[in-house]
């Protein structure tokens, strides 16, 4: 049995997101359950209100709790809006992705995946089903939440990724609305179109291709260390407490289909992380009292940190950077030879390019990193006269601005008006 994870922000050891208090709330020191007590299952209401909601999606974030240890707050509460927000499929734009992953075995991303299963709506689990299995089972009107285990055995390798590209097109394609796929169908081979629309849950070992974890929230699970202890999932007595929770939860959010429809919440992010968190941002807002303030926190910290993850992990963007050290280094020359830029990118022993053989990065190697953005070496003219190939600094100006932006400097504090001396006008 898999047994429940932490996630690799949770010890003095390790890095970890910074802590989130919200003001006015308690700190939350309440004992894990005890493994052998059964759970509750709650009642489900006949009417719904704010302040419930509110209730409902702490009972929910509690049952979590209890069978998995989460690897931060953060990511507690992006599960719990996330759960929440397959009820409401009908009213988003985008269907954000759950990518639940782990460095390796038995971290709880599996212990986590059944009891989201057991908690939204209309769910479809899979393990190794064909797109077209799956696209035939999406429907427009109420849309699946698809949930997939072992999603790392789809894209693990080459070979398993080319045979599963298909099975990446559908799910990226089905983050947003109104992308349909294709088929041709019927004795007369006619033409037709099968939505793709649907939120996806998917657990795996290892990062999923860029591509769904652009358009996911991102939750990385660890395994447990012995001091951390959970509850003992057993499917015939725990399930009926969840599906209390799963009842609860749709009584709440279905008459709220049109309010949700016209929402347009505040994001701390922009663009397609707007887009894959807007959902829970609205539940959260829907719900009131601490969840604004969490929802956006976690949207915060969260994009933030898998952003870090792509800056050290993105090969492009990891040369854009270095370019620009290298560029401050010579006190930002008008343009800059190919061979005393790639002195500098290969002086980093961190940097990858001693990959790219005996002596690191190459001009060759160098074009073709930077085609993708439209820039190239050429013929230039030095300042002492001479002419070798190299870059010109205004040629990254754009680029730089666009994929990896210099951090804002910080924010002054407000310093308050001063006050007018007694017996003049304010």
Same mark, same amino acid.
């Given at each position: 049995?898999?047994?429940?994870?932490?996630?690799?922000?949770?010890?003095? *050891?390790?890095?970890?997101?910074?802590?989130?208090?919200?003001?006015?709330?308690?700190?939350? *020191?309440?004992?894990? +359950?005890?493994? /052998?007590?059964?759970?509750?299952?709650?009642?489900?209401?006949?009417?719904?209100?704010?302040?419930?909601?509110?209730?409902?999606?702490?009972?929910?974030?509690?049952?979590?709790?209890?069978?998995?240890?989460?690897?931060?707050?953060?990511?507690?509460?992006?599960?719990?809006?996330?759960?929440?927000?397959?009820?409401?499929?009908?009213?988003?734009?985008?269907?954000?992705?759950?990518?639940?992953?782990?460095?390796?075995?038995?971290?709880?991303?599996?212990?986590?995946?059944?009891?989201? &299963?057991?908690?939204?709506? *209309?769910?479809?689990?899979?393990?190794?089903? !064909?797109?077209?299995?799956?696209?035939?089972?999406?429907? /427009?009107?109420?849309?699946?939440?698809?949930?997939?285990?072992?999603?790392?055995?789809?894209?693990? &390798?080459?070979?398993?990724?080319?045979?599963?590209?298909?099975?990446?097109?559908?799910?990226?394609?089905?983050?947003?609305?109104?992308?349909?796929?294709?088929?041709?169908?019927?004795?007369?081979?006619?033409?037709?179109? #099968?939505?793709? #629309?649907?939120?996806?849950?998917?657990?795996?070992?290892?990062?999923?291709? /860029?591509?769904?974890?652009?358009?996911?929230?991102?939750?990385?699970?660890?395994?447990?260390?012995?001091?951390?202890?959970?509850?003992?999932?057993?499917?015939?007595?725990?399930?009926?407490?969840?599906?209390?929770?799963?009842?609860?939860? !749709?009584?709440?959010?279905?008459?709220?289909?049109?309010?949700?429809?016209?929402?347009?919440?505040?994001?701390?992010?922009? %663009?397609?992380?707007? /887009?894959?968190?807007?959902?829970?941002?609205?539940?959260?807002?829907?719900?009131?009292?601490?969840?604004?303030?969490?929802?956006?926190?976690?949207?915060?910290?969260?994009? %933030?940190?898998?952003?870090?993850?792509?800056?050290?992990?993105?090969?492009?963007?990891?040369?854009?950077?270095?370019?620009?050290?290298?560029?401050?280094?010579?006190?930002?020359?008008?343009?800059?030879?190919?061979?005393?830029?790639?002195?500098?990118?290969?002086?980093?022993?961190?940097?990858?390019?001693?990959?790219?053989?005996? *002596?690191?990065?190459?001009?060759?190697?160098?074009?073709?990193?930077?085609?993708?953005?439209?820039?190239?070496?050429?013929?230039?003219?030095?300042?002492?006269? &001479?002419?070798?190939?190299?870059?010109?600094?205004?040629? #990254?100006? %754009?680029?730089?601005?666009?994929?990896?932006?210099?951090?804002?400097?910080?924010?002054?504090?407000?310093?308050?008006?001063?006050?007018?001396? +007694?017996?003049?006008?304010?």
């Amino acid at each position: 049995m898999e047994h429940a994870g932490a996630g690799p922000y949770s010890d003095s *050891n390790t890095p970890s997101w910074p802590p989130v208090t919200v003001p006015g709330q308690p700190v939350d *020191n309440t004992a894990p +359950p005890s493994p /052998d007590a059964p759970a509750t299952p709650v009642e489900a209401p006949t009417a719904s209100s704010d302040s419930e909601g509110a209730q409902i999606l702490a009972d929910l974030r509690a049952q979590i709790k209890r069978y998995v240890v989460m690897p931060s707050e953060e990511a507690l509460t992006a599960v719990t809006l996330w759960i929440a927000a397959t009820h409401l499929q009908r009213a988003w734009q985008h269907a954000p992705r759950l990518a639940i992953v782990a460095p390796e075995k038995r971290c709880g991303k599996s212990r986590l995946l059944d009891v989201v &299963t057991e908690t939204v709506r *209309n769910p479809l689990i899979t393990v190794n089903a !064909s797109p077209a299995a799956i696209f035939r089972s999406i429907d /427009d009107e109420d849309p699946p939440s698809l949930l997939v285990d072992e999603a790392d055995t789809l894209f693990s &390798t080459v070979k398993a990724a080319e045979k599963n590209e298909e099975v990446r097109g559908l799910i990226n394609a089905g983050h947003q609305r109104n992308r349909p796929t294709l088929r041709v169908t019927g004795p007369e081979h006619k033409p037709t179109a #099968f939505p793709t #629309f649907a939120m996806a849950a998917l657990a795996g070992i290892g990062d999923l291709p /860029d591509t769904v974890m652009d358009r996911s929230v991102v939750i990385r699970m660890r395994r447990r260390a012995g001091g951390e202890k959970v509850a003992y999932f057993r499917t015939h007595r725990d399930t009926p407490a969840l599906h209390a929770i799963r009842d609860r939860l !749709s009584v709440w959010l279905q008459p709220l289909h049109q309010r949700a429809l016209e929402m347009e919440p505040l994001m701390p992010v922009e %663009d397609r992380a707007a /887009d894959t968190w807007e959902p829970l941002v609205v539940i959260a807002d829907l719900a009131g009292g601490e969840w604004p303030a969490l929802a956006r926190t976690a949207c915060r910290v969260m994009t %933030d940190y898998e952003a870090g993850q792509d800056e050290e992990g993105g090969l492009r963007t990891r040369l854009l950077v270095g370019i620009r050290r290298a560029f401050a280094a010579e006190n930002y020359p008008a343009v800059l030879g190919t061979r005393r830029l790639l002195e500098h990118l290969n002086a980093d022993k961190e940097a990858p390019w001693a990959e790219y053989g005996a *002596n690191g990065l190459t001009p060759r190697g160098l074009q073709l990193l930077l085609q993708p953005y439209g820039i190239s070496s050429a013929n230039r003219r030095f300042p002492d006269g &001479t002419q070798a190939k190299g870059f010109a600094r205004n040629q #990254f100006l %754009d680029t730089w601005a666009r994929y990896c932006p210099e951090p804002a400097p910080a924010a002054e504090p407000a310093r308050p008006a001063a006050e007018p001396l +007694p017996g003049t006008a304010a």
